[in-house]
Protein backbone atom coordinates (compact mmCIF):
# COMPACT_ATOMS: atom_id res chain seq x y z
CA UNK A 1 0.00 0.00 0.00
CA UNK A 2 1.62 2.75 -0.88
CA UNK A 3 1.41 6.34 0.56
CA UNK A 4 0.13 10.13 -0.43
CA UNK A 5 0.50 13.41 1.86
CA UNK A 6 -1.43 16.06 0.17
CA UNK A 7 -0.56 19.94 1.16
CA UNK A 8 -3.78 21.67 1.22
CA UNK A 9 -7.25 20.81 1.84
CA UNK A 10 -8.46 23.29 -0.76
CA UNK A 11 -10.99 21.54 -3.78
CA UNK A 12 -7.47 20.55 -5.31
CA UNK A 13 -6.17 18.60 -2.38
CA UNK A 14 -9.82 16.71 -1.10
CA UNK A 15 -10.31 15.45 -4.87
CA UNK A 16 -6.77 14.09 -5.64
CA UNK A 17 -7.17 12.60 -2.18
CA UNK A 18 -10.50 10.90 -2.56
CA UNK A 19 -9.57 9.77 -6.11
CA UNK A 20 -5.83 8.30 -4.56
CA UNK A 21 -7.70 6.94 -1.79
CA UNK A 22 -10.27 5.16 -4.00
CA UNK A 23 -6.99 3.58 -5.79
CA UNK A 24 -6.13 1.95 -2.73
CA UNK A 25 -3.41 4.72 -1.55
CA UNK A 26 -3.18 5.51 2.19
CA UNK A 27 -4.21 9.27 1.90
CA UNK A 28 -3.20 12.26 4.52
CA UNK A 29 -4.38 15.65 3.97
CA UNK A 30 -2.84 18.63 5.73
CA UNK A 31 -4.66 21.46 5.65
CA UNK A 32 -3.87 25.15 7.63
CA UNK A 33 -7.13 26.28 8.57
CA UNK A 34 -9.37 25.26 11.28
CA UNK A 35 -12.16 24.80 8.22
CA UNK A 36 -11.59 22.51 5.20
CA UNK A 37 -12.07 23.01 1.82
CA UNK A 38 -10.15 26.41 1.21
CA UNK A 39 -12.78 27.98 -1.78
CA UNK A 40 -15.10 25.58 -0.46
CA UNK A 41 -15.16 26.90 3.22
CA UNK A 42 -18.76 28.92 4.48
CA UNK A 43 -18.21 30.94 7.68
CA UNK A 44 -21.18 32.24 9.72
CA UNK A 45 -22.14 36.28 10.13
CA UNK A 46 -24.98 37.11 12.57
CA UNK A 47 -26.52 33.44 12.31
CA UNK A 48 -26.35 33.66 8.23
CA UNK A 49 -23.66 31.46 6.56
CA UNK A 50 -21.95 32.87 3.37
CA UNK A 51 -19.72 30.81 0.64
CA UNK A 52 -16.34 32.13 0.69
CA UNK A 53 -15.40 31.43 -2.79
CA UNK A 54 -16.94 29.17 -5.10
CA UNK A 55 -20.92 29.49 -5.66
CA UNK A 56 -21.61 29.35 -9.95
CA UNK A 57 -21.16 25.72 -10.80
CA UNK A 58 -20.66 23.80 -14.25
CA UNK A 59 -20.36 20.31 -15.23
CA UNK A 60 -22.76 18.67 -13.70
CA UNK A 61 -25.77 18.45 -16.59
CA UNK A 62 -26.96 14.95 -17.56
CA UNK A 63 -23.24 13.47 -19.06
CA UNK A 64 -21.48 16.44 -17.97
CA UNK A 65 -17.37 15.68 -16.90
CA UNK A 66 -17.73 17.17 -13.18
CA UNK A 67 -21.02 15.09 -12.55
CA UNK A 68 -19.16 11.88 -13.63
CA UNK A 69 -16.46 12.33 -11.46
CA UNK A 70 -18.60 13.25 -8.68
CA UNK A 71 -20.74 9.67 -9.78
CA UNK A 72 -17.08 7.68 -9.74
CA UNK A 73 -16.64 8.87 -6.62
CA UNK A 74 -20.11 7.80 -4.82
CA UNK A 75 -20.92 10.97 -3.60
CA UNK A 76 -23.30 12.33 -6.87
CA UNK A 77 -26.38 11.58 -4.80
CA UNK A 78 -25.43 13.26 -1.69
CA UNK A 79 -24.16 16.36 -3.39
CA UNK A 80 -26.75 19.33 -2.39
CA UNK A 81 -26.80 21.73 -6.05
CA UNK A 82 -29.31 23.64 -7.85
CA UNK A 83 -29.74 23.92 -10.86
CA UNK A 84 -30.35 27.74 -12.19
CA UNK A 85 -33.52 29.46 -14.12
CA UNK A 86 -33.11 27.45 -17.76
CA UNK A 87 -34.24 30.35 -19.71
CA UNK A 88 -32.40 32.88 -17.95
CA UNK A 89 -28.73 31.68 -16.08
CA UNK A 90 -27.26 35.11 -16.45
CA UNK A 91 -28.91 38.52 -16.68
CA UNK A 92 -26.31 41.30 -17.87
CA UNK A 93 -27.23 44.58 -17.36
CA UNK A 94 -25.45 47.70 -18.99
CA UNK A 95 -26.51 50.76 -16.47
CA UNK A 96 -25.76 52.90 -18.98
CA UNK A 97 -28.28 52.25 -21.82
CA UNK A 98 -30.51 50.33 -19.27
CA UNK A 99 -30.13 47.23 -21.90
CA UNK A 100 -31.00 44.18 -20.27
CA UNK A 101 -29.42 40.76 -21.86
CA UNK A 102 -31.62 37.46 -20.11
CA UNK A 103 -29.09 34.28 -21.09
CA UNK A 104 -30.53 31.04 -21.03
CA UNK A 105 -29.07 27.45 -20.69
CA UNK A 106 -28.53 25.16 -23.42
CA UNK A 107 -26.63 26.02 -26.53
CA UNK A 108 -29.50 25.98 -28.82
CA UNK A 109 -31.25 28.35 -26.71
CA UNK A 110 -28.26 30.67 -25.79
CA UNK A 111 -27.89 30.90 -29.57
CA UNK A 112 -31.34 31.95 -30.17
CA UNK A 113 -31.38 34.44 -27.72
CA UNK A 114 -28.11 36.00 -29.12
CA UNK A 115 -29.56 36.07 -32.51
CA UNK A 116 -33.06 38.08 -30.87
CA UNK A 117 -31.21 40.45 -29.11
CA UNK A 118 -28.68 41.19 -32.47
CA UNK A 119 -30.42 39.39 -35.59
CA UNK A 120 -27.55 41.15 -37.79
CA UNK A 121 -24.76 39.24 -36.14
CA UNK A 122 -27.16 35.92 -36.57
CA UNK A 123 -24.08 33.91 -39.00
CA UNK A 124 -21.21 35.78 -37.27
CA UNK A 125 -22.72 34.20 -33.74
CA UNK A 126 -22.87 31.33 -35.81
CA UNK A 127 -19.65 31.05 -36.47
CA UNK A 128 -18.19 32.14 -32.84
CA UNK A 129 -19.83 30.05 -31.13
CA UNK A 130 -19.20 26.87 -33.03
CA UNK A 131 -15.24 28.20 -32.93
CA UNK A 132 -15.56 27.97 -29.03
CA UNK A 133 -17.00 24.68 -28.88
CA UNK A 134 -14.42 23.51 -31.93
CA UNK A 135 -11.69 24.81 -29.34
CA UNK A 136 -12.93 22.59 -26.40
CA UNK A 137 -13.30 19.75 -28.80
CA UNK A 138 -9.34 19.95 -28.80
CA UNK A 139 -9.01 19.23 -25.42
CA UNK A 140 -9.57 15.46 -24.74
CA UNK A 141 -9.80 15.69 -20.54
CA UNK A 142 -12.98 18.56 -20.94
CA UNK A 143 -15.11 15.87 -22.16
CA UNK A 144 -13.35 13.06 -19.90
CA UNK A 145 -11.93 11.34 -23.06
CA UNK A 146 -8.53 9.24 -23.26
CA UNK A 147 -6.08 11.01 -24.63
CA UNK A 148 -3.73 9.57 -27.16
CA UNK A 149 -0.77 11.67 -26.52
CA UNK A 150 0.70 13.86 -23.80
CA UNK A 151 2.03 16.19 -26.44
CA UNK A 152 -0.99 17.82 -28.29
CA UNK A 153 -0.88 20.11 -31.10
CA UNK A 154 -3.34 22.85 -30.69
CA UNK A 155 -4.86 24.96 -33.61
CA UNK A 156 -4.29 28.32 -34.23
CA UNK A 157 -7.14 30.13 -32.61
CA UNK A 158 -6.12 27.74 -29.39
CA UNK A 159 -3.47 30.54 -27.84
CA UNK A 160 -4.81 33.64 -29.24
CA UNK A 161 -6.17 36.31 -26.70
CA UNK A 162 -9.70 35.72 -26.20
CA UNK A 163 -10.30 39.34 -26.71
CA UNK A 164 -9.33 39.41 -30.35
CA UNK A 165 -10.70 36.06 -30.95
CA UNK A 166 -14.24 37.34 -29.88
CA UNK A 167 -13.41 40.67 -32.26
CA UNK A 168 -12.20 38.30 -35.13
CA UNK A 169 -16.10 36.88 -35.76
CA UNK A 170 -18.21 39.29 -34.32
CA UNK A 171 -18.56 43.07 -35.85
CA UNK A 172 -21.03 44.77 -33.48
CA UNK A 173 -18.75 46.35 -30.10
CA UNK A 174 -21.68 45.81 -28.13
CA UNK A 175 -22.08 41.65 -28.70
CA UNK A 176 -18.18 42.10 -28.15
CA UNK A 177 -18.74 43.27 -25.00
CA UNK A 178 -21.62 41.00 -23.80
CA UNK A 179 -20.01 38.03 -25.09
CA UNK A 180 -17.26 38.49 -22.61
CA UNK A 181 -19.51 39.18 -19.76
CA UNK A 182 -18.17 35.96 -18.04
CA UNK A 183 -14.66 37.33 -17.97
CA UNK A 184 -14.43 37.47 -13.99
CA UNK A 185 -14.49 34.16 -13.70
CA UNK A 186 -11.19 33.34 -15.51
CA UNK A 187 -9.18 36.66 -14.95
CA UNK A 188 -9.69 38.03 -18.06
CA UNK A 189 -7.25 40.22 -19.15
CA UNK A 190 -6.86 41.86 -22.56
CA UNK A 191 -4.38 40.55 -24.76
CA UNK A 192 -3.00 37.92 -22.77
CA UNK A 193 -5.56 35.64 -21.45
CA UNK A 194 -6.11 32.71 -23.98
CA UNK A 195 -9.38 31.98 -26.06
CA UNK A 196 -9.58 28.01 -24.87
CA UNK A 197 -9.89 29.60 -21.57
CA UNK A 198 -12.40 31.78 -22.80
CA UNK A 199 -14.32 28.93 -24.56
CA UNK A 200 -14.16 26.62 -22.15
CA UNK A 201 -15.67 28.18 -19.00
CA UNK A 202 -18.31 29.92 -21.77
CA UNK A 203 -19.40 26.27 -22.57
CA UNK A 204 -19.25 25.04 -19.31
CA UNK A 205 -21.60 26.91 -18.32
CA UNK A 206 -24.11 27.35 -21.08
CA UNK A 207 -23.88 23.62 -20.76
CA UNK A 208 -25.68 23.89 -17.70
CA UNK A 209 -25.03 26.24 -14.77
CA UNK A 210 -25.70 25.38 -10.87
CA UNK A 211 -25.72 27.14 -7.28
CA UNK A 212 -25.25 24.78 -4.20
CA UNK A 213 -28.29 24.64 -2.30
CA UNK A 214 -26.73 25.49 1.15
CA UNK A 215 -23.16 25.77 2.30
CA UNK A 216 -20.58 24.81 -0.08
CA UNK A 217 -18.56 23.15 2.49
CA UNK A 218 -20.71 20.28 2.38
CA UNK A 219 -19.22 19.15 -0.84
CA UNK A 220 -15.54 19.34 0.75
CA UNK A 221 -17.28 17.53 3.58
CA UNK A 222 -18.56 14.92 0.69
CA UNK A 223 -15.30 14.36 -0.22
CA UNK A 224 -13.08 14.28 3.25
CA UNK A 225 -15.81 11.34 3.41
CA UNK A 226 -14.85 10.03 0.78
CA UNK A 227 -11.05 9.64 1.87
CA UNK A 228 -12.16 8.51 5.32
CA UNK A 229 -14.05 5.57 4.15
CA UNK A 230 -11.17 4.02 2.13
CA UNK A 231 -8.84 4.46 5.33
CA UNK A 232 -7.15 7.87 5.12
CA UNK A 233 -7.28 11.32 7.04
CA UNK A 234 -7.24 14.98 6.52
CA UNK A 235 -6.05 16.69 9.65
CA UNK A 236 -6.57 20.93 10.16
CA UNK A 237 -4.79 23.44 11.77
CA UNK A 238 -1.62 21.52 10.10
CA UNK A 239 0.28 24.60 8.51
CA UNK A 240 3.33 22.91 6.24
CA UNK A 241 5.90 25.01 6.90
CA UNK A 242 9.05 23.12 5.47
CA UNK A 243 9.64 20.37 2.78
CA UNK A 244 12.88 18.52 3.58
CA UNK A 245 14.12 16.96 0.26
CA UNK A 246 17.57 15.46 -0.16
CA UNK A 247 18.98 13.90 -3.84
CA UNK A 248 15.82 15.33 -5.82
CA UNK A 249 13.54 13.19 -3.19
CA UNK A 250 11.05 14.45 -0.16
CA UNK A 251 12.27 12.79 3.26
CA UNK A 252 9.24 14.43 4.91
CA UNK A 253 7.57 17.65 5.56
CA UNK A 254 7.18 19.94 8.83
CA UNK A 255 4.47 21.73 9.97
CA UNK A 256 3.98 25.03 12.26
CA UNK A 257 3.25 22.90 15.31
CA UNK A 258 6.58 20.71 14.64
CA UNK A 259 4.98 17.37 13.38
CA UNK A 260 6.75 15.62 11.09
CA UNK A 261 5.28 13.74 7.91
CA UNK A 262 6.67 10.69 5.90
CA UNK A 263 4.79 9.26 2.80
CA UNK A 264 5.77 7.79 -1.02
CA UNK A 265 4.27 10.88 -2.91
CA UNK A 266 4.01 13.98 -1.88
CA UNK A 267 1.38 16.01 -3.76
CA UNK A 268 1.24 19.73 -3.32
CA UNK A 269 -1.94 21.97 -4.42
CA UNK A 270 -1.09 25.04 -2.64
CA UNK A 271 -0.15 28.23 -4.75
CA UNK A 272 3.22 27.32 -6.18
CA UNK A 273 4.53 30.81 -5.07
CA UNK A 274 3.32 29.88 -1.39
CA UNK A 275 5.62 26.40 -1.84
CA UNK A 276 8.42 27.17 -3.08
CA UNK A 277 10.44 29.46 -0.11
CA UNK A 278 8.96 25.81 1.71
CA UNK A 279 12.08 23.99 -0.13
CA UNK A 280 15.66 24.07 0.03
CA UNK A 281 17.75 26.21 -1.95
CA UNK A 282 18.41 24.09 -4.94
CA UNK A 283 15.57 21.75 -4.78
CA UNK A 284 14.52 22.23 -7.81
CA UNK A 285 16.29 23.86 -10.90
CA UNK A 286 16.97 27.68 -10.26
CA UNK A 287 15.45 28.59 -13.44
CA UNK A 288 12.32 26.70 -12.79
CA UNK A 289 12.23 28.49 -9.41
CA UNK A 290 12.42 31.99 -11.03
CA UNK A 291 10.23 31.54 -14.09
CA UNK A 292 7.23 30.86 -11.50
CA UNK A 293 8.20 33.11 -8.51
CA UNK A 294 7.94 35.67 -11.24
CA UNK A 295 4.93 34.43 -13.32
CA UNK A 296 1.87 37.08 -12.63
CA UNK A 297 -1.23 35.71 -11.09
CA UNK A 298 -4.27 36.39 -11.62
CA UNK A 299 -6.17 39.78 -10.34
CA UNK A 300 -8.26 38.99 -6.89
CA UNK A 301 -11.85 40.78 -6.07
CA UNK A 302 -13.60 42.63 -3.28
CA UNK A 303 -16.86 40.67 -2.06
CA UNK A 304 -19.62 42.22 -0.08
CA UNK A 305 -21.97 39.88 1.68
CA UNK A 306 -25.75 41.42 2.05
CA UNK A 307 -28.26 39.08 4.69
CA UNK A 308 -31.65 40.61 4.22
CA UNK A 309 -34.41 41.35 6.39
CA UNK A 310 -36.97 38.39 6.74
CA UNK A 311 -39.10 38.56 3.51
CA UNK A 312 -37.80 41.53 1.67
CA UNK A 313 -35.94 40.33 -0.94
CA UNK A 314 -37.02 38.05 -3.53
CA UNK A 315 -35.29 35.36 -4.54
CA UNK A 316 -33.28 35.07 -8.15
CA UNK A 317 -32.61 31.70 -9.60
CA UNK A 318 -29.94 33.02 -11.62
CA UNK A 319 -26.76 34.80 -11.59
CA UNK A 320 -27.00 38.45 -12.28
CA UNK A 321 -23.88 41.14 -13.57
CA UNK A 322 -24.30 45.07 -13.79
CA UNK A 323 -22.33 46.86 -15.97
CA UNK A 324 -21.54 50.58 -16.24
CA UNK A 325 -21.57 51.13 -20.31
CA UNK A 326 -20.03 49.26 -22.65
CA UNK A 327 -16.36 49.05 -23.69
CA UNK A 328 -15.51 48.32 -19.71
CA UNK A 329 -15.55 44.50 -19.69
CA UNK A 330 -11.63 43.57 -20.52
CA UNK A 331 -10.67 47.04 -17.69
CA UNK A 332 -12.01 45.89 -14.44
CA UNK A 333 -8.77 45.76 -12.64
CA UNK A 334 -8.27 49.45 -13.55
CA UNK A 335 -9.01 51.58 -10.36
CA UNK A 336 -10.52 54.64 -10.01
CA UNK A 337 -12.33 55.10 -6.41
CA UNK A 338 -14.83 57.34 -7.36
CA UNK A 339 -16.59 54.68 -10.06
CA UNK A 340 -15.25 51.66 -8.69
CA UNK A 341 -16.62 49.01 -9.08
CA UNK A 342 -17.37 49.44 -12.86
CA UNK A 343 -18.76 45.64 -12.92
CA UNK A 344 -20.13 43.49 -10.31
CA UNK A 345 -21.63 40.26 -10.16
CA UNK A 346 -24.17 39.31 -7.76
CA UNK A 347 -26.37 36.24 -7.16
CA UNK A 348 -28.81 34.95 -3.55
CA UNK A 349 -27.18 31.58 -3.25
CA UNK A 350 -30.35 29.11 -2.44
CA UNK A 351 -30.40 27.93 1.05
CA UNK A 352 -31.02 24.07 1.71
CA UNK A 353 -35.20 25.27 2.42
CA UNK A 354 -35.13 27.76 0.06
CA UNK A 355 -38.95 29.87 -0.70
CA UNK A 356 -39.36 32.63 -2.42
CA UNK A 357 -37.61 35.10 -0.85
CA UNK A 358 -33.66 36.04 -0.52
CA UNK A 359 -31.64 35.19 2.83
CA UNK A 360 -28.46 36.86 1.69
CA UNK A 361 -27.04 38.19 -1.65
CA UNK A 362 -22.96 37.94 -2.28
CA UNK A 363 -21.23 40.64 -4.82
CA UNK A 364 -18.09 39.62 -6.17
CA UNK A 365 -16.24 43.26 -7.82
CA UNK A 366 -13.13 42.68 -9.03
CA UNK A 367 -9.91 44.49 -7.69
CA UNK A 368 -6.54 45.07 -7.66
CA UNK A 369 -4.31 43.66 -5.29
CA UNK A 370 -2.11 46.90 -5.34
CA UNK A 371 -5.47 48.43 -3.70
CA UNK A 372 -4.88 47.40 -0.21
CA UNK A 373 -1.09 46.71 -0.41
CA UNK A 374 -0.71 49.90 2.34
CA UNK A 375 -2.45 46.94 4.81
CA UNK A 376 -0.32 44.00 3.57
CA UNK A 377 1.85 43.66 6.38
CA UNK A 378 -1.42 43.35 8.71
CA UNK A 379 -2.97 40.23 9.88
CA UNK A 380 -6.95 38.75 9.90
CA UNK A 381 -8.63 40.91 12.45
CA UNK A 382 -6.13 43.55 13.08
CA UNK A 383 -5.44 45.67 10.08
CA UNK A 384 -6.51 48.97 11.78
CA UNK A 385 -9.52 51.06 11.68
CA UNK A 386 -8.72 53.10 8.23
CA UNK A 387 -8.77 49.95 6.90
CA UNK A 388 -12.41 49.17 8.44
CA UNK A 389 -13.16 52.75 7.29
CA UNK A 390 -11.94 51.94 3.86
CA UNK A 391 -14.03 48.81 3.57
CA UNK A 392 -17.00 50.09 4.61
CA UNK A 393 -16.42 52.91 2.16
CA UNK A 394 -16.48 50.56 -0.71
CA UNK A 395 -19.46 48.28 0.64
CA UNK A 396 -21.46 51.72 -0.02
CA UNK A 397 -20.28 52.41 -3.46
CA UNK A 398 -21.50 48.47 -4.19
CA UNK A 399 -24.69 48.92 -2.59
CA UNK A 400 -25.18 52.46 -4.78
CA UNK A 401 -24.54 50.24 -7.77
CA UNK A 402 -27.16 47.59 -6.72
CA UNK A 403 -29.73 49.86 -6.24
CA UNK A 404 -29.49 51.20 -9.83
CA UNK A 405 -30.87 48.16 -10.81
CA UNK A 406 -32.92 47.21 -7.04
CA UNK A 407 -33.92 50.56 -6.11
CA UNK A 408 -35.03 49.28 -2.65
CA UNK A 409 -32.93 47.06 -1.56
CA UNK A 410 -30.99 48.89 0.99
CA UNK A 411 -34.18 48.99 3.04
CA UNK A 412 -33.69 44.97 2.84
CA UNK A 413 -30.41 45.01 4.54
CA UNK A 414 -30.00 43.90 7.74
CA UNK A 415 -26.47 43.49 7.71
CA UNK A 416 -22.99 43.17 5.82
CA UNK A 417 -19.97 41.73 6.16
CA UNK A 418 -17.21 42.61 3.47
CA UNK A 419 -13.45 40.20 2.28
CA UNK A 420 -11.01 42.08 0.42
CA UNK A 421 -8.09 40.86 -1.60
CA UNK A 422 -6.23 40.62 1.56
CA UNK A 423 -8.72 38.27 3.02
CA UNK A 424 -8.70 35.71 0.10
CA UNK A 425 -4.67 36.21 0.39
CA UNK A 426 -4.79 35.46 4.06
CA UNK A 427 -7.77 32.50 4.16
CA UNK A 428 -6.34 30.51 1.29
CA UNK A 429 -2.91 31.41 1.31
CA UNK A 430 -2.70 32.69 -2.20
CA UNK A 431 -0.15 35.52 -3.12
CA UNK A 432 -1.78 39.02 -4.08
CA UNK A 433 -5.34 37.58 -2.87
CA UNK A 434 -5.39 35.66 -6.12
CA UNK A 435 -8.80 34.39 -7.63
CA UNK A 436 -7.68 31.48 -9.61
CA UNK A 437 -3.87 30.90 -9.40
CA UNK A 438 -1.48 31.82 -12.18
CA UNK A 439 -2.79 34.68 -14.71
CA UNK A 440 -2.13 32.56 -18.30
CA UNK A 441 -0.83 34.40 -21.38
CA UNK A 442 -1.56 33.62 -24.84
CA UNK A 443 1.60 35.38 -25.64
CA UNK A 444 3.59 33.34 -23.75
CA UNK A 445 2.36 30.59 -22.84
CA UNK A 446 5.28 28.82 -21.62
CA UNK A 447 5.90 30.95 -18.38
CA UNK A 448 2.78 29.40 -16.49
CA UNK A 449 2.95 26.27 -18.02
CA UNK A 450 3.13 23.92 -14.88
CA UNK A 451 3.30 19.85 -14.97
CA UNK A 452 2.11 17.96 -12.21
CA UNK A 453 5.52 16.24 -12.69
CA UNK A 454 8.29 18.05 -10.86
CA UNK A 455 11.91 17.24 -10.77
CA UNK A 456 11.82 16.10 -7.39
CA UNK A 457 10.77 12.61 -8.44
CA UNK A 458 8.13 12.27 -5.49
CA UNK A 459 6.64 15.73 -5.45
CA UNK A 460 3.49 16.25 -7.71
CA UNK A 461 1.57 19.44 -8.23
CA UNK A 462 -2.47 19.94 -8.15
CA UNK A 463 -5.09 22.34 -7.37
CA UNK A 464 -6.01 25.94 -9.60
CA UNK A 465 -2.09 26.63 -10.27
CA UNK A 466 -1.67 23.79 -12.54
CA UNK A 467 -4.39 23.85 -15.97
CA UNK A 468 -7.60 25.37 -15.56
CA UNK A 469 -9.01 26.51 -12.10
CA UNK A 470 -12.97 26.12 -10.83
CA UNK A 471 -15.21 23.51 -10.50
CA UNK A 472 -14.23 21.90 -13.50
CA UNK A 473 -10.54 22.53 -13.96
CA UNK A 474 -9.05 21.24 -10.41
CA UNK A 475 -11.06 18.03 -10.56
CA UNK A 476 -9.59 17.41 -14.17
CA UNK A 477 -5.96 18.51 -12.98
CA UNK A 478 -6.50 16.18 -10.08
CA UNK A 479 -7.12 13.26 -12.41
CA UNK A 480 -4.06 14.15 -14.77
CA UNK A 481 -1.86 14.28 -11.45
CA UNK A 482 -2.84 10.75 -9.97
CA UNK A 483 -2.54 9.75 -13.91
CA UNK A 484 1.06 10.53 -13.42
CA UNK A 485 1.33 8.23 -10.37
CA UNK A 486 -0.59 5.36 -12.40
CA UNK A 487 -0.35 5.70 -15.85
CA UNK A 488 -2.41 7.99 -18.76
CA UNK A 489 -6.15 7.33 -19.25
CA UNK A 490 -6.48 4.65 -15.88
CA UNK A 491 -8.54 7.63 -14.02
CA UNK A 492 -10.38 8.27 -17.17
CA UNK A 493 -10.66 4.96 -18.64
CA UNK A 494 -12.11 3.97 -14.76
CA UNK A 495 -14.65 6.93 -14.91
CA UNK A 496 -16.14 6.18 -18.46
CA UNK A 497 -16.13 2.28 -17.50
CA UNK A 498 -18.18 2.87 -14.28
CA UNK A 499 -20.47 6.19 -15.73
CA UNK A 500 -21.55 4.29 -18.31
CA UNK A 501 -25.27 4.52 -19.83
C1 LIG B 1 -13.82 34.68 -4.23
C2 LIG B 1 -13.74 33.48 -5.14
C3 LIG B 1 -14.85 33.14 -5.90
C4 LIG B 1 -14.80 32.03 -6.74
N1 LIG B 1 -15.94 31.66 -7.42
C5 LIG B 1 -15.91 30.54 -8.17
C6 LIG B 1 -17.11 30.09 -8.79
O1 LIG B 1 -18.17 30.69 -8.63
N2 LIG B 1 -17.04 28.96 -9.54
C7 LIG B 1 -15.87 28.27 -9.70
O2 LIG B 1 -15.88 27.25 -10.40
N3 LIG B 1 -14.73 28.68 -9.11
C8 LIG B 1 -14.73 29.78 -8.35
N4 LIG B 1 -13.59 30.17 -7.70
C9 LIG B 1 -12.36 29.40 -7.90
C10 LIG B 1 -12.33 28.14 -7.04
O3 LIG B 1 -12.77 28.44 -5.74
C11 LIG B 1 -10.90 27.63 -7.03
O4 LIG B 1 -10.46 27.41 -8.35
C12 LIG B 1 -10.72 26.34 -6.23
O5 LIG B 1 -11.31 26.42 -4.97
C13 LIG B 1 -9.23 26.10 -6.12
O6 LIG B 1 -8.99 24.93 -5.37
P1 LIG B 1 -7.50 24.65 -4.88
O7 LIG B 1 -7.54 23.45 -4.05
O8 LIG B 1 -6.57 24.71 -6.03
O9 LIG B 1 -7.12 25.93 -3.99
P2 LIG B 1 -7.76 26.39 -2.62
O10 LIG B 1 -9.22 26.15 -2.61
O11 LIG B 1 -7.28 27.79 -2.43
O12 LIG B 1 -7.09 25.44 -1.56
C14 LIG B 1 -5.76 25.55 -1.13
C15 LIG B 1 -5.74 25.12 0.33
O13 LIG B 1 -4.40 25.04 0.77
C16 LIG B 1 -4.35 25.54 2.08
N5 LIG B 1 -2.96 25.93 2.35
C17 LIG B 1 -2.29 27.00 1.86
N6 LIG B 1 -1.03 27.01 2.32
C18 LIG B 1 -0.90 25.90 3.12
C19 LIG B 1 0.17 25.35 3.86
N7 LIG B 1 1.38 25.93 3.93
N8 LIG B 1 -0.04 24.20 4.56
C20 LIG B 1 -1.26 23.58 4.53
N9 LIG B 1 -2.31 24.08 3.83
C21 LIG B 1 -2.12 25.21 3.13
C22 LIG B 1 -5.33 26.69 2.08
O14 LIG B 1 -5.75 27.05 3.36
C23 LIG B 1 -6.46 26.13 1.23
O15 LIG B 1 -7.42 25.46 2.00
C24 LIG B 1 -13.61 31.27 -6.85
C25 LIG B 1 -12.49 31.63 -6.09
C26 LIG B 1 -12.55 32.70 -5.23
C27 LIG B 1 -11.35 33.05 -4.40
New binding site residues.
Partial sequence: MKSALI???????LVTGALLAREGFRVRV????HN?????QSFTRQGVYYE???????GFSEGGSVRRIFEYLGIMDKLRIERCNMDCMDEVTYLATGDTYRLPQGREAFTEALYSYFPAERENINRYLQACYDLTEEVDIFYLRPTKSIFTVHGERFMQPADEFIADFIEDPRLRDLLAYMNP?YGGRPGHTPAYIHALINVLYISGQYHFRGRSQHMAELLVSVIYEHGGEVLTN????KVNVVDRNIESVQTASGSVFHADYYIS???LK?LLP?LPEGALPRAYVSRLAEAPVTYS?F?LYLAFKPESFPYLDHTGYIQDEYGLIWKHEEYDPDTWPRGIMYLTPPTENQGPWAVRMTI?CIMSYDQVRRWEHTTVGRRGDDYEAWKHERAEHIIDKLERVFPDIRKCISSYTTASPLT?RD????PEGA???YSKDGLDPARTLISPVTKIHNLLLS???VNL??????PLTAINTVECILGLNTIVDKINEYCKP
Avoid at 469 to 474: A, L, Q, R, T, W
Fill in positions: IGGGFGGLEKNIGGGLTGMHILGMQTVSTINTLAINIYYGSLYGGQCHGICGV
